[in-house]
């Protein structure tokens, strides 16, 4: 069983940053993509940004420039550095764990609130 768990969230000024972070725990596979999603109320979740253990990353075109994904694979954690927050960042940030042996799997952290307001 993999287990996320995610801190980080909080309430910040327009402007302001926020680090989240996502440890995995159980049995993983080395070869996996880690990443952050984000729902807001009455919206889809969406990919916000994502990398592989290998380190190729992907972000979503309204946070480039200001959001910065890593990872440590020894300790099997992804954070995502958030700076120049804005209110349209507002949302449940869900950490996710994907990889392929044979079939799909997928997995989700709780989710972390990130609301950005004055």
């Known amino acids: 069983q993999v287990r996320l768990e995610e801190s980080g969230g909080g309430l910040v000024q327009p402007g302001g940053s926020l680090r989240l972070s996502c440890a995995a725990s159980g049995i993983i596979l080395n070869s996996n993509t880690m990443g952050w999603y984000r729902q807001a109320p009455g919206k889809q979740r969406d990919m916000v940004a994502d990398?592989?253990?290998?380190?190729?990353?992907n972000y979503v075109d309204s946070v480039k420039g200001r959001f910065t994904i890593s990872r440590d694979n020894a300790k099997n954690t992804v954070y995502l550095q958030m700076n120049s927050l804005k209110p349209e960042d507002t949302a449940v940030y869900y950490c996710?764990?994907?990889?392929?042996?044979?079939?799909?799997?997928?997995?989700w952290g709780q989710g972390t609130q990130v609301t950005v307001s004055s």
């Open positions: 996710n764990l994907k990889y392929s042996v044979g079939r799909d799997y997928n997995y």
């Open positions: 990398i592989t253990s290998g380190g190729r990353i």
